[in-house]
């Protein structure tokens, strides 16, 4: 299986902040990496697909880059609304497994 | 659009065998495009993906999980299903379905149902 890793884990910012979370998988994924929002008691949203798809009405203050063992998810300026925990998966291979999620704060 | 909507006991008793249902609506489960994925997620905690079937039956599931759960489709009423036996505490969880572009990501998800094992 592949196993991902993110960091940090948590994170606190303030409305208007820059922030990226990175994700390093254990194999090379190629560019089948996808980043999705999860807000408390609420089913996780996909974000961004393919390394870098942003989806349709994602704003575009998120954006994400990499390839094959290290990809970054950024937040050019955080509104309100986008703090909740964001998770990244793989879907090069099975499973299709989840990094551990990082949970952003606000300050 | 399409939408999906999970179904389910609730609450099932330790070594018990529980089923789950995803209803597919707004589009076609028949899609060449498209996997039918199970996610779960233990009260928090993270993903867990625990499986995904194509409209053809053919099923991958997480090793992790496979000498327990099975996954099927129902083409003509639309929807697929999750059965995991022998149930554990550790099987709790609020259980997701999505549709899973193929080699892209699962971009349509469920609202979730809640799996509660207790005696």
């Known amino acids: 299986d592949i196993q991902l890793t993110q960091s940090p884990s948590s994170l606190s910012a303030s409305a208007g902040d820059r922030v990226t979370i990175t994700c390093r998988p254990s194999?090379?994924?190629?560019?089948?990496l996808n980043w999705y929002q999860q807000k408390p008691g609420q089913a996780p949203n996909l974000l961004i697909s393919?390394?870098?798809t942003l989806q349709s009405g994602v704003p575009s203050r998120f954006s994400a880059s990499g390839s094959g063992t290290y990809f970054i998810l950024t937040i050019s300026s955080l509104q309100p609304e986008d703090f909740a925990t964001y998770y990244c998966?793989?879907?090069?291979?099975?499973?299709?497994?989840f990094g551990p999620g990082t949970r952003l704060d606000i300050k | 659009q399409v939408r999906l909507q999970e179904s389910g006991p609730g609450l099932v008793k330790p070594s018990q065998t529980v089923s789950l249902t995803c209803n597919v609506s707004?589009?076609?489960?028949?899609?060449?495009?498209?996997?039918w994925s199970w996610v779960r997620q233990q009260s928090g905690k993270g993903l867990e993906w625990i499986g995904h079937?194509?409209?053809?039956?053919?099923?991958y599931y997480n090793p992790s999980l496979q000498s327990r759960v099975r996954i099927s489709v129902d083409t003509s009423k639309s929807h697929f299903s999750l059965t995991l036996s022998s149930v554990t505490v550790a099987d709790s969880a609020v259980y997701y379905c999505?549709?899973?572009?193929?080699?892209?990501?699962?971009?349509?998800w469920g609202q979730g149902t809640t799996v509660t094992v207790s005696s």
């Open positions: 999505a549709r899973d572009e193929r080699f892209v990501a699962m971009d349509v």
């Open positions: 707004g589009g076609s489960i028949n899609s060449t495009r498209h996997h």
């Open positions: 079937i194509y409209y053809t039956g053919a099923t």
């Open positions: 194999q090379p994924v190629s560019k089948y």
């Open positions: 393919t390394t870098s």
């Open positions: 998966q793989q879907s090069y291979s099975t499973p299709h497994t």
